[in-house]
């Protein structure tokens, strides 16, 4: 199965994700991300917050949901709509869900305050994700209504 999580500028947020949900994911779960405007790097603090969490940062890039690798089954939107972001609409038969989640990238302040903001993004995102991969995936698979539900409720924790 193959988790698409998207935002606009792919630098964040959506790498955050891709990269704890690979890093968590059972055999034969692979995630990828992409922005609908890719800013074409990936921010620095990511990268180094996913490093100090031992989570693997090569091969992680920004890039453009264009030239995706493979056809998503899942799509999940990490925009916070809340913001005032436009949030992108993929239009591929998946399975779509929304996780908003407040963009670290214009976070201000002490460099202490930049860094909680995308612990706390990161933090937000990793719970998520270890509730998706808490729940019986095999048989979700084969129910695309049920698995929907289940993500957008997983899309409201707030832990």
Known sequence: ???????????CRS????????HLAPEGWHAM?????????????????LAREGIATEGYHSKSWDNLPVTPDIVITVCANAAGETCPVYLGKAV???????????????DEE???????AYRILRARIEA????????????????????????????
């Open 1 to 11: 199965m193959n988790v698409f999580f998207l935002c606009t500028g792919n630098s």
């Open 15 to 22: 790498i955050l994700a891709e990269a704890t949900f690979n």
């Open 33 to 49: 991300s992409a922005g609908s405007k890719p800013t074409g790097q990936v921010h620095p603090r990511s990268l180094a917050l």
């Open 96 to 110: 779509r869900s929304h996780w908003g989640v407040e963009d670290p990238a214009h976070a201000t302040g002490t």
């Open 114 to 120: 930049i860094d909680a903001a995308f612990f706390d």
């Open 132 to 159: 998706f991969l808490a729940l019986p995936l095999g048989e979700l698979e084969k129910d695309p209504a049920r698995l929907k539900a289940e993500l957008d409720r997983i899309g409201t924790l707030q832990p």
